[in-house]
């Protein structure tokens, strides 16, 4: 009788990319480039004069694992502002400043942990930068040199014909040279477009050419689904190639679900560890269950869960017990019932209306139990 060889061993995955090692800056308690680790940004929507506002804001997104946050300031009012939100924000803010070279020395003098300015206006900080670097220094506050393809500098813009990758790098490095002329080099860049594929080209072509840390984003990256899935493709093969220092998911919806992608993105390339996660089938034929209701009230019963826990929501008896086996926490249901596995082991048979209690009694005994789940690896 024929014998079937063993299955080899699983082959472990490739070992990453060397990490690109950048100049490490301070921002406020946030180490960023170097060996640091990759810190999630966003910017507030709110009116940044209305303090209240602001603060209730930043707190939402420190919450969801938020590490600096930024704050427009293109107003007198919201310079003024700033003392008040540096003193209470849980997280180091930085001043976003156009236009204006005097609100960046209200920025530093606010307690400002960063200051970002655009090459696309810098003709406004032309006879300032002197001043400017000489006050960020004493200050020891970094400056953000932000490089956006809807806001190049039209000399660049004119020169190479449209918001190319080079064009984007020589403004980028250009800025950063006037500070650097001033003995000014406590520099982040970023160098943004709504296409990521132009992102990637930037990013490696300046990542080739400097030391400065690097910011990761995708400006304009439109609505949550589509904006979500053009920062993942940019991030996913920058920071695998070991490019990138921050990162800032720009939606169009609010900084929460910014941060919230965001922080999915690092954990998915193994960069933070994973928060709470569900695994659930997308459904065919062979469902004996509506899996998309099931998975959406799974979801819902567990939001702000703070434990770690790998949940598998599954469907069908191809991959279901698979699946849910695998997982910290997971169901296979169908024929209006559900088996509720706990750590591999099936504990109990449930009624289907009876699943997502159950998963949710079995979860906080988890937590209290084991505060220290098996550690998942990457997708």
Known sequence: ??????????MPPPPPEPRRRSRQLRIGNVLVGGDAPVSVQTMTTTNTADVDATLQQIAEVTAAGCDIIRVAVPTADDAAALPAITARSPIPVIADIHFQPRYVFQAI????????????NIRKFDDR??????AAADARVPLRIGVNAGSL????????GAATAEALVESALWEASLFEEHGFSDIKIAVKHHDPLVVVAANRLLASRCVYPLHLGVTEAGPTLQGSVK????????LSEGIGD???VSLSAPPLEQVKAGCHILACLGLRPRKLEIVSCPGCGRLQVDIHKLATRVEAAFGGFPHPLRIAVMGCVVNGPGEARAADLGVSSGNGKGQIFVKGKVIATVPEAQIVNRLLEEALRLAQEDPTPTEQAGP
């Open 246 to 248: 921050t990162i800032r």
């Open 109 to 120: 003098d606010a307690g400002c942990a960063a200051v970002r300015v655009n090459p696309g």
């Open 1 to 10: 009788m024929a014998t079937i060889d063993p299955q080899p061993p699983a």
């Open 231 to 238: 920062s993942a493709v940019a991030f996913g093969i920058l």
């Open 129 to 134: 930068v002197e001043d400017i670097a000489k």
């Open 153 to 160: 500098d039209p000399r660049l813009l004119a020169r190479h």
